[in-house]
């Protein structure tokens, strides 16, 4: 292992890279509305942040095989260049096209950080410590999706839209200069050869399901052409795709890790978690504005209840695993946590105090946390260490994609319970989707109430949807096993346990 001291150079600048890539995807939100009063093209505005998830998404793969091919540092440093590209490209964006394009890139770039800066911990930490190492990482998540928010809208305010793509440009800059200095390049290289075919097929496939996660039902209906358009092409690539896989003399996402059981159940937990941990993050301040009458600013600081507890949860289950090098219990537990935290916000109302409402965001960030650490060092710890790249990039990559899935299912399901609840009470209203907190307030106080009941009443289904996902991941997560945090590495060849 190296030096001590280097070692926490090493994550220090690892944290500081994550940050740099999880906050290009949240610093936008509070922006959006300036965005499009300067730039125009309000259709194209949900593009400004699925651009850069769907090129975060497909880039973690392939960043993550790069990285076991070539050498983390190498992928670090065309990562940070690209993430930085791409902020200026949209820092300088006079249209809306121009912005979408610098998005993209900055997404290619941040995606490759996010997966190769967890990777390099398990390169210069043996396991057991590298369990606390994931947790602080973890943390690191939640940290962003506050901060983020927060230094974009004060950016905006003060010195306009265009910085917050270029304030994480010192941070960048610094982090490439360390990470070139602290990080060795591979002794004695050895010659691969890129699966071109297969990260192709990749891209294409996670490229639509994203797509259809985040159009159909919401922006497009689910018979649209597009959207069965993009139905088939995941079907033609999902099946290009393996066949390419099973051929490839180095695939870029081996088959054979997907008979590993603890490469199934992690990603299987990410996934369905990813579903419960976006939902409500997407839905929450929407009931926060519209039924409580909590401002749109003060609605996110709600999310910070939610934030600590996935903080705490990260670092908590990172100390445990250190101490214990245990870790099969936790996800069970905090899956747990989480189905029971999700049913409690099926009861909340017009008449639900705030209290309650951030104490039960609280517990589900809680039980959010421990599932982001354990999952990582659970696959790290099962797979041979030449595959850990593309193991750590299918814990986010899963993650991603269950947000994107999980975001389109609740918004169709209180699409349908708006129009069930609320549009009946409200026959004049040309679009439900049109109702505000200014028509709200504008309603006489007897339908105003029954309104904000049918809206409460509409969300219901949503964190009931959730809990039964979350329910169903902490069954999948019993069938984890217990690998030793001793430094042994896993056998890609083993048949499923």
Same mark, same amino acid.
């Given at each position: 292992?190296?030096?001590?001291? $280097?070692?926490?150079?090493?994550? #220090?600048?690892?944290?500081?890279?994550? @940050?740099?890539?999880?906050?290009?995807?949240?610093?936008?939100?509070?922006?959006?509305?300036? #965005?499009?009063?300067?730039?125009?093209? /309000?259709? *194209?505005?949900?593009?400004?942040?699925?651009? *850069?998830?769907? %090129?975060?998404?497909?880039? %973690?793969?392939?960043?993550?095989?790069?990285?076991?091919? *070539?050498?983390?540092?190498?992928? /670090?440093? @065309?990562?940070?260049?690209?993430?930085?590209?791409?902020?200026?490209?949209?820092?300088?964006?006079?249209?809306?096209?121009?912005?979408?394009?610098?998005? #993209?890139?900055?997404?290619?770039?941040?995606?490759?950080?996010?997966?190769?800066?967890?990777?390099?911990?398990?390169?210069?930490?043996?396991?057991?410590?590298?369990?606390?190492?994931?947790?602080?990482?973890?943390?690191? @998540?939640?940290?962003?999706?506050?901060?983020?928010?927060?230094?974009?809208?004060?950016?905006?305010?003060?010195?306009?839209?265009?910085?917050?793509?270029?304030?994480?440009?010192? @941070?960048?800059?610094? %982090?490439?200069?360390?990470?070139?200095?602290?990080?060795?390049?591979?002794?004695?290289?050895?010659?691969?050869?890129?699966? *071109?075919?297969?990260?192709? $097929?990749?891209?294409?496939?996670?490229?639509?399901?994203? /797509?259809?996660?985040?159009? %159909?039902?919401?922006? /497009?209906?689910?018979?649209?052409?597009p959207v069965l358009a993009l139905v088939a092409v995941i079907l033609v690539a999902l099946a290009g795709f393996i066949r390419t896989e099973a051929r490839a003399a180095e695939p870029v996402l081996p088959l054979p890790l997907f008979r590993v059981r603890n490469f199934q159940v992690a990603n299987g937990v990410n996934l369905l978690v990813g579903m419960a941990m976006f939902g409500t993050i997407s839905f929450m301040p929407m009931y926060l504005q519209v039924v409580k009458g909590v401002a749109p600013a003060e609605s996110g600081i709600y999310l910070i209840a939610m934030m600590a507890g996935l903080i705490g949860g990260s670092f908590s289950a990172g100390r445990f695993m250190t101490a214990t090098g245990r870790y099969r219990l936790l996800p069970p537990l905090a899956t747990g946590l989480l189905t029971l935290a999700l049913l409690a916000l099926t009861t909340i109302g017009p008449d639900t105090p705030l209290w309650r409402v951030a104490g039960n965001l609280f517990l589900v960030g809680l039980g959010i946390g421990p599932n982001l650490s354990v999952g990582v060092v659970s696959i790290q710890t099962s797979i041979p260490r030449e595959h850990l790249g593309v193991g750590t990039a299918s814990a986010n990559m899963f993650r991603l994609i269950g947000g994107s899935i999980g975001t389109s299912i609740f918004g169709a399901i209180f699409n349908l319970g708006m129009a069930r609840h609320v549009a009946p009470l409200l026959p004049d209203l040309a679009n439900i989707r049109e109702l505000t907190t200014d028509v709200v307030a504008r309603l006489e106080p007897a339908l105003q109430l029954r309104v904000l009941e049918g809206f409460s009443a509409a969300l219901h289904p949503l964190f009931l949807a959730g809990a039964c996902g979350t329910g169903l991941a902490c069954l999948v997560s019993l069938r984890l096993i217990e690998t030793s945090l001793d430094g042994t590495p896993g056998k890609l060849r083993a048949p499923a346990e």
């Open positions: 292992m190296p030096d001590p001291a $280097l070692v926490r150079v090493i994550l #220090i600048t690892v944290c500081l890279t994550l @940050f740099l890539a999880s906050t290009g995807q949240s610093i936008v939100s509070t922006a959006l509305p300036q #965005i499009v009063s300067d730039l125009g093209g /309000l259709s *194209y505005i949900t593009w400004v942040v699925t651009a *850069y998830l769907v %090129a975060s998404t497909i880039s %973690a793969p392939i960043a993550g095989k790069l990285g076991d091919m *070539y050498g983390r540092k190498i992928v /670090l440093q @065309f990562g940070i260049g690209i993430f930085l590209l791409g902020g200026c490209i949209a820092g300088v964006a006079w249209s809306m096209p121009v912005l979408i394009l610098g998005r #993209i890139v900055q997404g290619f770039g941040g995606g490759a950080l996010i997966v190769v800066s967890m990777a390099v911990v398990a390169d210069v930490l043996p396991p057991r410590e590298r369990a606390k190492a994931q947790g602080a990482l973890s943390g690191v @998540f939640g940290i962003s999706t506050v901060v983020g928010p927060l230094v974009g809208g004060l950016l905006v305010q003060t010195a306009g839209w265009h910085w917050i793509f270029f304030v994480n440009m010192p @941070f960048g800059l610094a %982090a490439f200069v360390v990470l070139t200095r602290s990080l060795k390049r591979p002794e004695n290289p050895v010659p691969h050869r890129m699966d *071109y075919l297969g990260a192709t $097929l990749l891209m294409l496939l996670i490229s639509a399901l994203v /797509l259809v996660a985040n159009l %159909a039902g919401t922006v /497009l209906p689910w018979a649209a052409p």
